[in-house]
C-alpha cells in the first residue's frame, strides 16, 4: 500500500500563515489577554484541517466500498459462459390441465 499524504499543500499554508500570525501577534501584543484571542483563532484553524482530514479518510473509504459494490454488481450482470441446462430452466411446477389428472372422488 503507498503512504497516504497526511495534508494537503493547501491545508499546509493555511497552517503556516497562521501560525506566523500567531508569532507575530505574540510579539506583537506580548503576553496579554488577547494572546488567547490569538490562541484561540490558532486552534480553530487546526481543529477545521484535522476535520478535513479525517473527511478525506472516510471518503476514500466510501468510495473503496463503492467499488467493491459496483465490481460485484457487474459480476452478477455478466451472462454465464455456459447455457443453462433445461432442468434449470424450467423451474416453475406444471400446470394441471382439466381432466389430465386422476380422478377426484
Same mark, same amino acid.
Given at each position: 500500500?503507498?503512504?497516504?499524504?497526511?495534508?494537503?499543500?493547501?491545508?499546509?499554508?493555511?497552517?503556516?500563515?497562521?501560525?506566523?500570525?500567531?508569532?507575530?501577534?505574540?510579539?506583537?501584543?506580548?503576553?496579554?489577554?488577547?494572546?488567547?484571542?490569538? =490562541?484561540?483563532?490558532?486552534?480553530?484553524?487546526?481543529?477545521?484541517?484535522?476535520?478535513?482530514?479525517?473527511? /478525506?479518510?472516510?471518503?476514500?473509504?466510501?468510495? =473503496?466500498?463503492?467499488? +467493491?459494490?459496483? +465490481?460485484?454488481?457487474?459480476?452478477?450482470?455478466?451472462? =454465464?459462459?455456459?447455457?443453462? /441446462?433445461?432442468?434449470? /430452466?424450467?423451474?416453475?411446477?406444471?400446470?394441471?390441465?382439466?381432466? /389430465?389428472?386422476? =380422478?377426484?372422488?
Amino acid at each position: 500500500m503507498k503512504g497516504r499524504v497526511l495534508f494537503d499543500p493547501g491545508s499546509l499554508v493555511v497552517v503556516a500563515i497562521t501560525l506566523v500570525l500567531f508569532v507575530w501577534a505574540l510579539f506583537e501584543k506580548g503576553l496579554t489577554h488577547d494572546l488567547l484571542l490569538e =490562541a484561540g483563532v490558532f486552534m480553530v484553524s487546526v481543529k477545521l484541517i484535522i476535520m478535513s482530514y479525517k473527511n /478525506s479518510l472516510v471518503a476514500a473509504s466510501i468510495d =473503496a466500498k463503492l467499488d +467493491t459494490i459496483a +465490481t460485484e454488481l457487474t459480476r452478477q450482470r455478466q451472462p =454465464a459462459d455456459h447455457p443453462a /441446462s433445461p432442468a434449470a /430452466s424450467d423451474s416453475s411446477p406444471a400446470i394441471r390441465r382439466a381432466g /389430465s389428472g386422476p =380422478a377426484r372422488p
